[in-house]
Nanobody
Framework: VQLQASGGGLVQAGGSLRLSCAAS????????MGWFRQAPGKEREFVAA????????YYTDSVKGRFTISRDNAKNTVYLQMNSLKPEDTAVYYC??????????????????????WGQGTLVTVSS
């Protein structure tokens, strides 16, 4: 299984970035997809998740209204559009896949082991 995230970089506060994650080695349309992030010195936290068919999404409160998760099952790719970026969004962002959408809600109880697959991260730096 490979989850290859890209699109990170340096951006000024208020700017936008779009992260992409190309998946291989899994039945993409049979997996919910999600994004997590880890800021320096902090624990990894959930950011957003999308159901297998893309009809359901949910977000952590701090990114609601600014970030949008989407997917293209024909391209085996999930996206995270990030607008109105803030310095506190600075983190390494990780793409994930899971056979059960509900596992993203379980992460806060069970930690990273709740999620089936993790990709390598991509760094997002937001300057003030």
């Amino acid at each position: 299984v490979q989850l290859q995230a890209s699109g990170g970089g340096l951006v000024q506060a208020g700017g936008s970035l779009r992260l992409s994650c190309a998946a291989s080695g899994i039945g993409f349309s049979y997996h919910a997809m999600g994004w997590f992030r880890q800021a320096p010195g902090k624990e990894r936290e959930f950011v957003a998740a999308i159901s297998r068919g893309g009809d359901s999404t949910y977000y952590t409160d701090s990114v609601k209204g600014r970030f949008t998760i989407s997917r293209d099952n024909a391209k085996n790719t999930v996206y995270l559009q990030m607008n109105s970026l803030k310095p506190e969004d600075t983190a390494v962002y990780y793409c994930t896949a899971d056979r059960r959408y509900s596992d993203y809600g379980d992460h806060k109880y069970y930690g990273d082991s709740a999620i089936d697959y993790w990709g390598q991260g991509t760094l997002v730096t937001v300057s003030s």
